[in-house]
């Protein structure tokens, strides 16, 4: 029984289950064993203790860039899936637009045996929608699905052509991907820097409207009427998305969404309580508080599926420059869930719905075997310390890169234990 | 110093005292370049860098020669294009030059923040000399102390800006100062040149120019870049100045007979304003010129010099 380990006494929150409670998780042979109120401990069993923590499925993130291949130097598969763990992740869903783009099987098998070798977070790579992330030709979607790809995404770039979404949102039916969309009208948004509005007159850096995000998103609604298939809108930000997307999900249309941690946590007036720092520059940008209310709302009500964090290292080479210079992003797989934590702290999320939207939400959006602890499956799991605070110092974290909005802040909650496959990988009793 | 500022970088920052305190200085400054020998010893001894990433021939002029007259050296640091097709960044040109030991480095640069980003890394003194679409502080101030100059007072004035307002650094310098003196500001321009929350900032916004200048004290003409002709935000310089130009007639008919013209130069003769207008009894903008060494001589000595208004006239 040397591979058994009892969770005891936290409190079990598994969406997926419709389990909330002070339950004991027993994980044998990398598995679920049980989840019960009363369990017999047997001998020899390892015993973790979970008195006052939260006891979820692992976190499950559709939308990191691990930067592997090609430039190292801000993250690689390992720095990223440990950086993930380290977060309560135990499955990251790699965005293709590495150096070279994952549009091939051979980027993808790459990515997956960098994960192997690491043994930490399940990395599942996403592959382009189109070949080269040139918006013009398909990729190949049914070598990337056989190569392991979970779903199709151009992100970072708007699929811009109306006829190319069509065919990509067809032709991904043949192999039950769904097609990850990065929503922007690029003539909308210009040379944008940041969301429209007052703060960018007030701080003469060019506004990327609103529109520009709600545009794409009613033509991929419409585009997603006529084809079928399956369409996910990447990092919502914007009252109008969430507007249309709650439409079309009444409409019965096969929608899911994402939203990451800082649109629902910061607005556009942080770039300028912050003095222009690029640690605030991603994109979407940030947007309105009004946005980010219905952006709550629609993370509250289901309209939005997932909180995903689009992890975006980038170096002091690539931030350490005027406000227009810099790239966009923002890591965030070790912040996310204290960040949504304060959400909760704040009234402005459920526990419950916070622990969904982290686990079974993205499971299902992209139909993963994650997110539960129901019997049988997967022990990915993590074990959080919801009255732990603790101050972000980017150079503690595990990420390669330091691009944090969060830096300096005092934030509450931690993950104390990661468990991948029955593995402890993250926490203080990895042995 | 100014006030509490140890950089001259956005005039949102900037107090009505603040404001006040640079542009009474800037009142003695004028008078030394009415002199026979335009020099004083104020700033002997200091070195102003004048860092320019962008074209720009009136505020550099002005900047240096600010600094001649004060006695300061100046060196003028000219990029034609920007740091990052250089490639050397921002941050290391200027800790590169501030190495050399400046006491003020003067920058204008394309993106906003620029001057900030550089006034974060560097020990000495840093004043913008324009960044992006942000602000032109010294342009703003040398406005207020030419309207000042021209009208008497602010208080109870109303002043219109006319054009490009979303591309304008200096529309916002200037909507930040003069209503901290008591000035009331319309914005004038097409929808398209509008930028999106401006009345925020404490502006009226029209579309109509006669409405926008009709009993405005002062009326402040943009310059209308022709790279906007392609954004598209406007048809084309023609409809422009049959709409929003002031020529000699709509000035005769629509402004009152005080009411005084502006502009941050450089002109477009015949597009923003017909000549006839630009050189006409109604405009100050040479004063501007003029004032705009004043002004410039006073933040230099401010954030250089002394800490007092008395050290003007010489301390060696």
């Keep these: 029984m040397s591979d058994v380990i009892f969770i005891e006494g936290g409190r079990v929150i598994d969406p997926a289950s419709g389990v909330d409670g002070v339950r004991t998780v027993v994980v044998q042979g990398g598995r679920i064993a049980e989840v019960g109120e009363r369990v017999e401990r047997p001998h020899g069993a390892r015993v973790v203790e979970a008195r006052g923590k939260w006891v979820t499925p692992g976190f499950v993130d559709l939308h990191v860039h691990l930067r592997e291949p090609g430039q190292e130097y801000k993250e690689t598969v390992a720095t990223g899936a440990r950086a993930a763990v380290a977060g309560g992740f135990t499955t990251i869903c790699a965005m293709p637009n590495t150096k070279p783009v994952n549009d091939s099987a051979s980027v993808t098998e790459l990515v997956l045996a960098r994960a192997a070798q690491a043994g930490l977070a399940r990395v599942l790579p996403v592959g382009c929608i189109s070949r080269a992330q040139g918006g013009e030709d398909l990729a190949e979607y049914g070598e990337l699905k056989a190569a392991g790809c979970v779903a199709v995404s151009d992100d970072g770039r708007p699929v811009a052509s109306s006829g190319l979404m069509r065919r990509a949102l067809e032709y991904a039916r043949a192999f039950g991907l769904p097609v990850a969309v990065h929503e922007e009208d690029p003539v909308l948004a210009g040379k944008g820097v940041m969301h429209e509005g007052p703060t960018s007159t007030r701080l003469g850096l060019k506004g990327i409207p609103a529109a520009a995000e709600d545009v794409m998103v009613v033509r991929d609604l419409a585009l997603l009427e006529l084809t079928g298939g399956r369409l996910h809108l990447q990092h919502v930000s914007t009252k109008g998305a969430v507007r249309a997307i709650r439409d079309a999900k009444k409409r019965g249309l096969a929608v899911t969404a994402e939203a990451t941690p800082h649109h629902l946590a910061l607005t556009d007036e942080d770039v300028g309580a912050s003095g222009y720092s690029t640690d605030f520059k991603m994109n979407p940008p940030l947007r309105s508080a009004e946005d980010v209310k219905a952006v709550r709302e629609g993370l509250a009500d289901g309209t939005i599926d997932a909180i995903a964090t689009d992890h975006a290292p980038h170096s002091a080479v690539e931030k350490d420059l005027e406000f227009d210079a810099a790239l966009n992003g923002i890591i965030g797989l070790e912040t996310a869930f204290s960040v949504c934590l304060e959400l909760v702290r704040k009234g402005a999320l459920a526990e419950r719905r916070l622990v969904e939207a982290l686990t079974a939400g993205p499971a299902r959006a992209f139909g993963l075997a994650a997110g539960t602890l129901a019997k049988g499956a997967a022990a990915d799991i993590a074990v959080l310390d919801p009255a732990a605070e603790w101050t972000v110092d980017p150079a503690r974290l595990h990420s390669r890169s330091r691009n944090t909005p969060w830096k300096g802040k005092r934030l509450p909650g931690r993950c104390v234990l990661t468990l991948v496959g029955g593995r402890i990988v993250h926490g203080e009793s990895r042995s | ?316």
């Design chain 2, 1 to 316: 110093m100014i006030g509490r500022h140890k950089h001259c970088i956005a005039l949102a920052e900037f107090s009505r005292e603040e404001i006040l305190e640079v542009i009474d200085l800037a009142v003695s400054m004028k008078e030394v370049l009415h002199r026979p020998l335009k020099k004083v010893p104020s700033l002997r001894g200091k070195s102003i860098v004048n860092l320019f990433f962008e074209a720009s021939t009136r505020t550099r002029s002005s900047f240096e020669i600010a600094a001649k007259i004060l006695s300061a050296d100046a060196l003028n640091w000219t990029s034609a294009s920007s740091s990052v097709t250089k490639g050397e960044t921002l941050v290391d040109t200027a800790k590169n030059l501030e190495a050399m030991r400046p006491d003020v480095l003067v920058i204008r640069h394309s993106a906003g923040g620029a001057p900030r980003l550089v006034a974060e890394r560097v020990g000495c003194s840093v004043v913008s000399a324009g960044d992006g679409a942000h602000e032109h502080p010294s342009q703003g101030l040398l406005d207020c102390f030419t309207l000042r100059e021209k009208l008497g007072t602010l208080e109870g004035k109303t002043v219109a800006i006319v054009g490009d307002i979303s591309h304008s650094r200096v529309a916002r310098s200037d909507l930040h100062a003069l209503p901290k003196l008591g000035a009331k500001v319309r914005l004038c321009g097409p929808p398209t040149m509008m930028p999106a929350g401006i009345e925020r900032l404490g502006a009226t916004v029209h579309h109509d120019l006669r409405e926008a200048v009709d009993g405005a004290d002062a009326v402040i003409m943009l310059r209308i870049q022709h790279e906007r002709i392609g954004d598209p935000l406007i048809p084309n310089t023609r409809e422009y100045s049959k709409y929003w130009g002031l020529n000699a007639k709509k000035a005769e008919e629509w402004l009152k007979p005080s009411c005084v013209i502006l502009h941050p130069g450089p002109i477009n003769r015949g597009v923003e304003l017909s000549p006839e207008v630009a050189d006409g009894p109604r405009s100050v903008i040479l004063d501007q010129v003029q004032n705009g060494v004043a002004v410039r001589m006073a933040i230099l000595y401010l954030l250089a010099g002394g800490s007092t208004a008395e050290g003007a006239e010489g301390k060696a």
